[in-house]
């Protein structure tokens, strides 16, 4: 079952001490026009993309593993906006810094304003008892440079009810992504 608007309110309005708490922060109920919109949508939180960047680049020929991302792979910029090579591909941040309880598990879905560009943005699910910003993968399908910006929705949040409350959360896991803050290069325990 996925969270409605108002179950998604409910539960940003327990107590800090309820296992069933969510937390965005900070939050938005709507945004501005002439914006890719943000903020709660009548089924998920709509994220947005912060101002910090790593852009991929293949100028000085380095290896792209999991296991050993040299920092010589790419480019570290801060903007409201981020130009994205052909075919290319950068991590941005979210704006926003979630706590998922621990009878939730959030799944992330592009924006149809980006698919529509051949852009992509992609994450992992967000596992019950994670918190931190979310590091956002963003692919340029396109053949053409692509624009994404920061400030405005770049991923639809989707709280999935979990039929129980899990047994072994993330934190319970000592999760390796745990608590991130800011861009989070891959790690391997």
Avoid at 47 to 70: E, H, I, Y
Avoid at 81 to 93: D, M
Avoid at 157 to 171: G, H, I, K, T
Wanted: aromatic share 8%.
């Amino acid at each position: 079952m996925v969270l409605s608007d108002s179950s998604i309110l409910e539960r940003l309005h327990l107590a800090d001490d309820n296992p069933n708490r969510l937390r965005i922060e900070p939050f938005a109920i709507d945004s501005p026009k002439g914006v890719i919109s943000y903020g709660l949508s009548s089924g998920g939180y709509d994220m947005r993309l912060g101002r910090k960047f790593r852009v991929f680049t293949d100028a000085r020929s380095a290896l792209v593993s999991p296991k050993n991302l040299p920092m010589e792979a790419f480019v570290e910029h801060e903007s409201d906006t981020c130009i994205i090579p052909p075919h290319g591909f950068a991590l941005g941040v979210s704006m926003e810094r979630f706590r998922i309880p621990r009878d939730v598990i959030a799944t992330c879905l592009g924006k149809s304003t980006y698919v529509r560009c051949g852009i992509i943005a992609s994450v992992t699910p967000l596992e019950p008892e994670w918190e931190g910003v979310v590091t956002v993968e963003i692919s340029n399908t396109s053949p053409c440079r692509a624009e994404v910006f920061a400030g405005e929705g770049i991923l639809q949040v989707l709280f999935n009810l979990l039929d129980r409350p899990c047994e072994r959360s993330y934190a319970d896991k000592k999760g390796i992504y745990q608590g991130q803050e800011g861009i989070t290069l891959p790690r391997v325990k």
